[in-house]
């Protein structure tokens, strides 16, 4: 619980087009299986997990939609759905993809 708190309090670097790019390449071994090329909800394992993965461009972030509120869900999870807190990556890498993840609700991505 110590590292969580580390990381809430970790501040923000700030956003730049290098780090959206870092974002972008993490997103594609960790997220897009799941979330998909543009955040659609429609990777490849999608269709097995109770509940979908999130469509970043059509649904409500449940956990709020800041780039702070993206990196604690991704932190800590989201009980009751596949999404794992994903402890095994830095505070750099888990705001570079929050950012990424914004990139992709704002439809300013295209596709992988």
């Known amino acids: 619980m110590i590292w969580l708190l580390a990381v809430l309090a970790a501040a923000a670097p700030k956003r730049s087009p290098q780090l959206i790019d870092r974002g972008k390449g993490l997103y594609g071994i960790w ?57 095994n990556l830095t505070d750099e890498e888990r705001w570079a993809l929050a950012y990424w993840v914004l990139e992709l609700k704002a439809g300013r991505s295209g596709q992988q």
Do not use: W, Y
């Open 31 to 87: 997220c897009i299986a799941c979330h998909g090329p543009a955040g659609a909800g429609d990777g490849p394992t999608a269709h097995t997990l109770n509940p979908r993965p999130r469509n970043f461009k059509e649904q409500k972030f449940k956990q709020g939609a800041s780039a702070g509120q993206v990196l604690r869900t991704m932190a800590r999870g989201v009980p009751g759905s596949a999404m794992k807190p994903f402890t």
